[in-house]
C-alpha cells in the first residue's frame, strides 16, 4: 500500500474511532479544566472521573498528555483527545498558546489532538496562526484536528463572552459562531468543530451548514442545572450537531453519582435521540441500581417480602427484587435493622422504563 493510501486509512480510522458506529454522533467529556483551573470538584480525583468516563463508553475524552499517561491503564480502549493549547484562569485566560506536540500525540498513538481559538480576542492573530499550523501538520502526521471556536474578547477591562448577544439575539450571535466555525475548516482543516450552544436551533443550525460538512459539537459550556443542560444538548442534536462535548456539567457535579447521570442521559439523547424526560428517568434508575449494588456489596443483608417480613440473610446481594410499574421501592435493611435504602430500580431496568 502506498504512502498516501496508508495515511489517509490512518486519519479516517482515527475519525472512527471517535464516533459511535451506529448512531455516527460522539459524546466526549473534556476534563481539559484541569490545567485550566485546577483540580476543583471531580477533578480533584482525576482516575475516578476518567473511570466514570469510561465506564459508560464515550466516544472521547478530552485532556492533556499528563493526565493521559498518569493514567493510561483506566483509559482502556477509550479514544483520548490532547489538548495542545493552554491558558490558566486570570489575566491572561483568553490568550491561548501551544503546550502540547502533534508529535507526543503520535508517539502516544492518541485519537486526536485539538487547538483553542478565542474568536474576536485581543490576541486572536496569534491564535489563528497557531490553527493554521496545527491544520496542516495534523494532516501530514494524519491525526485528525478538533477545533474549539468560541466568540470571547475583552469588554470594559473584563472577559465578555457575549452572553447578553445569546441571550437576545441568537442570530447575531450566531453569526459570530459561524464565522468561528468557517474558520475552523477553513484555516484548520478541522476534522470536529466545537462551538457553544447559539441561543436556538434556528441559528445553530446555520452553524451546522457552516462547516462543509465536517462535524459540529456542542460545548457544554458554565454548568446549568442539568435539566436546562439536557435540554440544551437535545436542541443542538435536534439542529444538527454530531455530539456534545461535556465538561463542567459533569465534573462540577455534587458527587460522581450525579456526574454519571448526565453522562447516562447525554448517551440516550445523542446516540438513541431520546426524549429528555426519558432519558434522565433511565439515568435516574441506572444511577439507584448502581448505588444499590455498591451499598450491598460487601455485607450480609435482610430483604423484605411484600408484606415487610424480612427473609433470608444473603451472604451477597439478593438476586432479585419485587418492583412494580409504579416504582414502589423495595426495603433492604441491614444486618442490625438500620440503613434503610430505597431500591427504585431493579435488574431489567429498560423494561421498566419502556413500560
Excluded at 465536517?214 to 443542538?236: C, E, H, I, N, Y
Aim: hydrophobic share 40%; glycine share 8%.
Amino acid at each position: 500500500m502506498n504512502r498516501l493510501a496508508t495515511a489517509s486509512c490512518g486519519y479516517s480510522e482515527r475519525v472512527q474511532s471517535l464516533v459511535d458506529p451506529i448512531s455516527g454522533n460522539t459524546l466526549i467529556v473534556a476534563l481539559d479544566d484541569s490545567a485550566i483551573c485546577g483540580p476543583k470538584h471531580l477533578l480533584h480525583n482525576m482516575e475516578d472521573a476518567v473511570a466514570s468516563a469510561v465506564r459508560y463508553r464515550v466516544n472521547g475524552i478530552l485532556g492533556f498528555t499528563g493526565m493521559y499517561r498518569a493514567f493510561t491503564p483506566a483509559f482502556e480502549n477509550t479514544p483520548f483527545i490532547s489538548n495542545i493549547t493552554l491558558s490558566t484562569e486570570g489575566p491572561h485566560h483568553l490568550n491561548k498558546v501551544q503546550v502540547g506536540s502533534i508529535e507526543e500525540a503520535i508517539e502516544l498513538d492518541l485519537a486526536a489532538i485539538s487547538v483553542h481559538v478565542n474568536m474576536t480576542a485581543p490576541d486572536e492573530p496569534h491564535m489563528l496562526r497557531l490553527l493554521g499550523k496545527a491544520g496542516r501538520r495534523s494532516r501530514e502526521a494524519d491525526i485528525p484536528l478538533l477545533a474549539h471556536m468560541y466568540p470571547r474578547t475583552i469588554l470594559n477591562g473584563k472577559e465578555y463572552h457575549y452572553q447578553d448577544l445569546r441571550d437576545n439575539d441568537p442570530d447575531a450571535y450566531g453569526e459570530l459562531v459561524c464565522h468561528g466555525a468557517r474558520v475552523a475548516v477553513d484555516v484548520g482543516n478541522a476534522a470536529f468543530v466545537k462551538v457553544p450552544w447559539t441561543g436556538s436551533a434556528e441559528s445553530f443550525h446555520r452553524v451546522v451548514q457552516s462547516t462543509y460538512g465536517r462535524p459540529v459539537v456542542m460545548a457544554g459550556g458554565p454548568r446549568t442545572s442539568v435539566m436546562d443542560f439536557l435540554w440544551r444538548a437535545k436542541w443542538a442534536m435536534e439542529a444538527g450537531a454530531r455530539g456534545i462535548a461535556v465538561g463542567r456539567n459533569f465534573f462540577e457535579q455534587e458527587s460522581i453519582a450525579d456526574g454519571e447521570f448526565v453522562l447516562l442521559a447525554l448517551s440516550d439523547i445523542v446516540h438513541r435521540g431520546m426524549d429528555v424526560r426519558l432519558a434522565a428517568y433511565r439515568a435516574e434508575a441506572m444511577v439507584a441500581l448502581k448505588r444499590a449494588e455498591q451499598a450491598l456489596a460487601d455485607t450480609s443483608w435482610i430483604a423484605t417480602d411484600t408484606d415487610g417480613n424480612p427473609g433470608l440473610i444473603h451472604p451477597r446481594p439478593p438476586k432479585r427484587y419485587e418492583i412494580s410499574k409504579t416504582r414502589t421501592p423495595v426495603r433492604i435493611y441491614g444486618p442490625n435493622g438500620q440503613d434503610r435504602i430505597e431500591y427504585r430500580a431493579a435488574t431489567n431496568v429498560v423494561p421498566l422504563i419502556n413500560a
